[in-house]
């Protein structure tokens, strides 16, 4: 069974970066579009960010200019790049390959990691 495994979270003041990372135990990110969602206490998982197979990017208007997803088919791991770090940003960020051009997962959700940015 194919896992996810996102990491690189943690604490960051306001203004600050990080760098997730999502990682899959199989090939499943080739040829997939892959989206980095997220959770914060008391609110539904949103999606944050899409990446196509051919590298096409969509991005959460909350998001847009500040964060960047990128991949490595190689190493099968898409990457979370989040600059301008604010407050409204902190959750538990998951990862998951999606159906083309849409947010609906493929794959049972991993643990997520979790980012907390303080003011």
């Known amino acids: 069974q194919v896992q996810l495994v996102e990491s690189g979270g943690g604490l960051v003041r306001a203004g600050g970066s990080l760098r997730l990372s999502c990682a899959a135990s199989g090939t499943i990110f080739s040829g997939n579009s892959v989206a980095w969602f997220r959770q914060a206490p008391g609110k539904q998982r949103e999606p944050v960010a899409r990446i196509a197979s051919g590298g096409t990017t969509n991005y959460a208007d909350s998001v847009k200019g500040r964060f960047a997803i990128s991949r490595d088919n190689a190493k099968n791991t898409v990457y979370l790049q989040m600059n301008s770090l604010k407050p409204g940003d902190t959750a538990v960020y998951y990862c998951?390959?999606?159906?083309?051009?849409?947010?609906?997962?493929?794959?049972?959700w991993g643990q997520g990691t979790q980012v907390t940015v303080s003011s």
């Open positions: 998951n390959p999606v159906v083309r051009n849409t947010y609906a997962v493929l794959l049972s």
